[in-house]
């Protein structure tokens, strides 16, 4: 489906009935790859999964975003299809932005599921700046147009070596990705209202345990649960287990 969205074509899925939620799919991927949860939801729900601007079908911002652009999108998302508030799930990439979105229109969110989240960063070992500095001294030096396309084979060289996967897949997202990655969304965790279920899997190698404990322990009364054996994608490697916890958490309170 489409849906014009401050003059982006915003395409997502929406399957169910019910109580809206809305799935914020992961940096790289699409709603496609939340299919899985709109299954699992979409008896009790009426379950909204959306393209990020950038990805699946959804071209990219017309400028570089930071979170709350994509926040802000998706609350002009809701607002374009009559939803004034609804469950929000976030994984990944997803996850910082519902946690900046339930946090700056705190009476849109009902409920906040955050898997695997970004949002936290953590400290940086020496080797990160100096494979940072290295790529600045690169561009600058490369950059000129005398190198010609030598220039232009070096700097992709220098990208890939010190470039993480994401980073070098990003192409003209790749400013988008840098300033998100850079900032740190723990001064905004107290500002969040719904109550809140974080979902993390102990082998997860993208997201850190102390990231989600920080992120936790800063949302008042949230839920930290913990998924043994799962990693960055907990609802791909054990579905069961996350489709209980999951409806567990959204249906409480239900008769």
Known sequence: MLTRVNDLDTHFTLCGEGEPIVLLHGWGTSAESLGGIAKCLEDRFRVFAIDLPG?????????????????????AFMESNGIHSANLLGHSF??????????????????????????????????????????????????????GRLGERILSTVHQRVGSRDY?????????LVRVVNEDLRNILSFVQAPT???????????????MEIMAGGIRGSQLEIMEGAGHFPFVD???????????????GET
């Not at 054990?238 to 409480?252: A, V």
């Open 197 to 211: 279920l974080v979902i993390w899997g102990d082998r997860d190698l993208e997201v850190s345990r102390y990231s």
């Open 55 to 75: 990805f699946g079908w959804t071209p990219p911002p017309p400028v570089t975003w930071g979170t709350r652009d994509y926040a802000a999108h998706v609350e």
């Open 168 to 176: 070098r897949n990003a192409g003209q997202m790749r400013r988008t």
């Open 94 to 147: 997803g996850g910082r932005i519902a946690l900046a979105l339930a946090a700056q229109s705190p009476h849109r969110v009902r409920r906040l599921v955050l898997v695997a989240s970004a949002g936290i960063r953590g400290s940086l070992r020496s080797s990160h700046y100096l494979k940072v500095a290295a790529a600045k001294l690169a561009k600058r030096v490369f950059s000129f147009p005398i190198w």
């Open 238 to 252: 054990m579905p069961e287990r996350f489709g209980k916890l999951l409806r567990d958490f959204l249906c409480r």
